[in-house]
């Protein structure tokens, strides 16, 4: 089946630190690649939607300045928190479609800050 | 919109029997349910999918049925192994944009 490969699976850094996190599909052309937030014990918050070569789609109380989204290709999704802080400490996943198919989500990414 | 919402928080079975996990959205309009299953620090993983010309869709022990009417969505798994220990959450697809509901925890017990 479809796969959704996202790098780091857990990172740590300092406060005020930027991190980024990348989503790649492997085996198809993703034209759309969401990102979510996942807080212990909840469901998937969506933070985002990207589309290859347009600029992104934020739900509303996503700092886009903030969480910059960059999909350059069919293939590649990536996420940044910039001037990360405590709070910013969670589980990012992301999540593919070809429109086609059911969505796929990667293994998602734990981030720590210190 | 679309609001999900799964009745019950957590399950535990025996293990070999089977478990019932349900499911209601609110918008009659929603098309296109899947399941996942959320094990601890993992990405959610797809388990099947039914869309809304269908009632029933089976797959390897794994059975989602879909009531249009009541607008209720369940996941059947037979002969529930310790390996089917995780969350579980359905997916109902509202216009462009996908909606999760909460989750239940599955625990199956040896």
């Known amino acids: 089946g479809a796969v959704v490969s996202q790098h780091p699976s857990w990172v740590i850094c300092k406060s005020g630190t930027s991190v980024k996190i990348e989503c790649r599909s492997l085996d198809f052309q993703a034209t759309t690649m969401f990102w979510y937030r996942q807080f212990p014990k909840q469901s998937l918050m969506l933070m985002a939607t990207?589309?290859?070569?347009?600029?992104?789609?934020?739900e509303q109380g996503v700092e886009k300045d903030k969480f910059l989204i960059n999909h350059a290709s069919l293939t590649l999704s990536t996420l940044t928190v910039t001037s990360a802080h405590p709070e910013d400490s969670s589980f990012y996943i992301c999540s593919a479609s070809d429109n086609n198919s059911p969505l796929h989500f990667g293994n998602g990414t734990r981030l720590t800050v210190t | 919109g679309e609001s999900v919402g799964l009745h019950l928080p957590t399950l535990s079975v025996q293990e070999g029997d089977n478990s019932i996990i349900n499911c209601a959205y609110s918008?009659?309009?929603?098309?296109?349910f899947i399941w996942y299953k959320q094990e601890s620090g993992k990405g959610p993983q797809f388990i099947i999918d039914?869309?809304?010309?269908?009632d029933k869709r089976q797959g390897q022990r794994v059975t989602v049925l879909l009531n249009k009417t009541v607008k209720h969505l369940s996941l059947q798994i037979a002969a529930t192994q310790p390996g089917d220990s995780a969350v579980y959450f359905c997916a109902v697809l509202g216009g462009n944009q996908f909606y999760f509901g909460t989750g239940t925890s599955l625990t199956v017990i040896p």
């Open positions: 990207s589309n290859e070569g347009s600029k992104a789609t934020y």
């Open positions: 039914i869309r809304s010309n269908m």
């Open positions: 918008n009659s309009a929603s098309d296109y």
